[in-house]
């Protein structure tokens, strides 16, 4: 018998399953840190975890609650501080880089600064924060996001972080180092990647329960579609076991 879970589980357990032993990843705070939490105890102990405020290589055996927590520097390599961490970033030190939004487009360009016109918005968003940052210099980024029309989007209200810009060269052309960018996103319905040609958001494999047309249905652009569509797995009883009893026992983000 499959158990119940929560949509943010099911997120939760895709994103961590990204995440490949003896790589290092630009951690934020929420569903990201439990997803690495969760991968240093399931297929990747040797993941190395980095965080905005300093703390590299953390073993998260408590959840931090934020990115300057303290728990974030836990039995790490090192402790440094905001600076360190985006030159090492710069310098392609940092291979996986995860990422939110509240609108993405086409070629995985995200906004998390406003809703609306940027003089007169109809909400404001938390900004950038080490967004920008991220996806700019990160080998490969992975947004994680709710998936309907209002956020996957024609044309996002601005520009925070980039994807893949305007599409083929156009990162190399606004000088962002050649090679980085967009690798995956993974929402409550499915995970999609990016056609190497276009650099057009493509739909990879639906999750439990989930069809094709849906995913269509609740993305506002022509999104590209593999030529074989996988299905996603459960989360499995190991993992929600470790992530309700270990990782977060509170259910502060899950």
């Not at 030190?93 to 990422?99: I, K, S």
């Not at 967009?182 to 040609?197: E, F, H, K, S």
């Not at 996988?230 to 502060?252: A, C, F, M, S, V």
């Amino acid at each position: 018998m499959i158990q119940k879970y929560s949509p943010s589980e099911l997120l939760i357990c895709l994103a961590s399953r990204v995440m490949e032993d003896g790589t290092t990843a630009f951690i934020g705070t929420g569903i990201p840190m439990l997803a690495a939490s969760l991968a240093q105890r399931m297929q990747a102990p040797n993941l190395v975890p980095i965080f905005e405020f300093g703390g590299t290589g953390a073993i998260l055996e408590k959840l931090p609650l934020a990115v300057g927590d303290m728990r974030t520097y836990n039995r790490g390599i090192a402790a440094s501080g905001i600076c360190d961490i985006m030159e090492t970033s710069q310098r392609g030190f940092v291979e996986f880089g995860f990422l939110g939004g509240a609108q993405i487009d086409c070629y995985g360009n995200l906004n998390s600064t406003v809703i609306g016109d940027h003089k007169n918005p109809k909400v404001r968003l938390p900004g950038s924060g080490g967004g920008n940052d991220v996806g700019s210099s990160c080998w490969r980024t992975i947004a994680i996001m709710i998936h309907d029309k209002r956020r996957f989007m024609e044309k996002i209200d601005f520009l925070t972080t980039p994807g893949f810009l305007t599409g083929p060269g156009a990162r190399e052309e606004a000088g962002l180092p050649k090679g980085t960018g967009p690798y995956r996103v993974v929402t409550n319905l499915c995970i999609m990647g990016y056609d190497d040609t276009s650099k057009k958001m493509k739909l990879l494999s639906v999750n439990p329960g989930v069809t094709v047309e849906q995913v269509i249905e609740n993305t506002g652009f022509e999104l590209l579609i593999a030529d074989e569509i996988t299905h996603n797995e459960h989360p499995t009883d190991e993992e929600l076991k470790i992530l309700r009893e270990q990782i977060d026992p509170d259910g502060l983000y899950r």
